[in-house]
């Protein structure tokens, strides 16, 4: 989607390794946000930054640590991969309370 | 705890039909209600959204019906297309706080099928 990347786009890695997952932004947005979608859970949020250096968890963090250095980057850290987070990522960006999110392409991970 | 729940998970509509999907909530604090349209292998898309100060919107074939009283809030596609086919999400925010900015509650997703 135009003005959100995420990278990589693909990836697969063994059980017990660090991943990280990268989103970048060019519409200078303040609030960004990791997603994870599985089939029968919707979008369950991960982790979300509302300034750079300024992020909190979301519904289903455990496992999982961000950082955000710039407005736009915010890095999706995997400590542990395990089998569990085998899911499709997705950022999103969002300029505030009651605006839509723009989401990015998302990145498919497979733990194996 | 699903503070969004969204019926049916699936949904096969014939060309020209009206698809209708349902969604619920629990927190009488959310004050912003998107939809969303996801096709296989992209992103959600933003597709419309409502606010409670009003009981419908229409954007084009897709309109949102919207009942506080009943915390419930549908979407319908009229004359749908095959086009159409992809999985919706409904969602919810509440104004918490600048900090927490849009956190949005997601349903669970429909996948409409619309036949030729």
């Known amino acids: 989607d135009a003005g959100i990347t995420q990278s990589p786009r693909h990836k697969v890695t063994e059980t017990g390794t660090p991943v990280t997952l990268r989103c970048h932004q060019t519409?200078?947005?303040?609030?960004m946000y990791w997603y994870r979608q599985d089939p029968g859970h919707g979008l369950r949020l991960i982790h979300y930054s509302y300034g750079v250096k300024d992020t909190d968890k979301g519904e289903v963090s455990d496992g999982y640590s961000v950082s955000r250095s710039k407005t736009e980057d915010f890095l999706l850290t995997l400590e542990s991969a395990t089998s569990s987070q085998t899911s499709v990522y997705f950022c999103?960006?969002?300029?505030?309370?009651?605006?839509?999110?723009?989401f990015g392409s998302g990145t498919r991970l497979t733990v194996v | 705890q699903q503070q969004v729940k969204q019926s049916p998970q699936s949904l096969i509509v014939q060309k020209g039909g009206i698809s209708i999907i349902n969604c619920a909530y629990e927190?009488?604090?959310?004050?912003?209600f998107p939809w969303y349209q996801q096709f296989p292998g992209k992103g959600p898309a933003l597709l419309i959204a409502i606010r409670p100060d009003v009981s419908e919107k229409k954007e084009g074939r897709f309109t949102i019906s919207f009942n506080k009283s009943a915390k419930q809030f549908s979407l319908h596609i009229m004359d749908s297309q095959p086009g159409d086919s992809a999985t919706y999400f409904c969602?919810?925010?509440?104004?918490?706080?600048?900090?927490?900015?849009?956190?949005?509650?997601f349903g669970e997703g429909t996948q409409l099928t619309v036949n030729p």
């Open positions: 969602a919810a925010s509440g104004s918490s706080g600048e900090t927490s900015g849009s956190r949005l509650t």
């Open positions: 519409e200078n947005h303040r609030y």
């Open positions: 999103a960006i969002s300029l505030g309370q009651n605006y839509g999110y723009t």
């Open positions: 927190n009488t604090a959310f004050d912003y």
